[in-house]
Nanobody, 119 residues
Framework: QVQLVESGGGLVQAGGSLRLSCTASGRTFSVNYMGWFRQAPGKEREFVARIAQSGSTTSYADSVKGRFIISRDNAKNTVYLQMNSLKPEDTAVYYC????????????WGQGTEVTVSS
């Protein structure tokens, strides 16, 4: 099993920045991809970004491309999401997730951290 704990959420004004962290514990060696997802009030959860275990491969949703940066520090078992130029529409609960296989569903999920962007 793998446990994921997010932190770093909060209230920020539009145009501001936040950095989310996700620290993993347990059988972390089994996780090949880490991702960030978000769920806004009244909406379905959506993909934000993902990063391969090596850190060499990243992918982003079009809505955050150029503003968000995903990175990881394997020595600390931590994945980061640097969020810049935040917009009110970025307001959501952000979830960290881990996936064992290269494709398919994510196997592990954190409890989420709330981000609120005021206009």
């Amino acid at each position: 099993q793998v446990q994921l704990v997010e932190s770093g959420g909060g209230l920020v004004q539009a145009g501001g920045s936040l950095r989310l962290s996700c620290t993993a514990s347990g059988r972390t060696f089994s996780v090949n991809y880490m991702g960030w997802f978000r769920q806004a009030p009244g909406k379905e959860r959506e993909f934000v970004a993902r990063i391969a275990q090596s850190g060499s491969t990243t992918s982003y949703a079009d809505s955050v491309k150029g503003r968000f940066i995903i990175s990881r520090d394997n020595a600390k078992n931590t994945v980061y999401l640097q969020m810049n130029s935040l917009k009110p529409e970025d307001t959501a609960v952000y979830y960290c997730a881990g996936r064992i296989s290269a494709y398919g569903s994510y196997n592990y999920w954190g409890q989420g951290t709330e981000v609120t962007v005021s206009s």
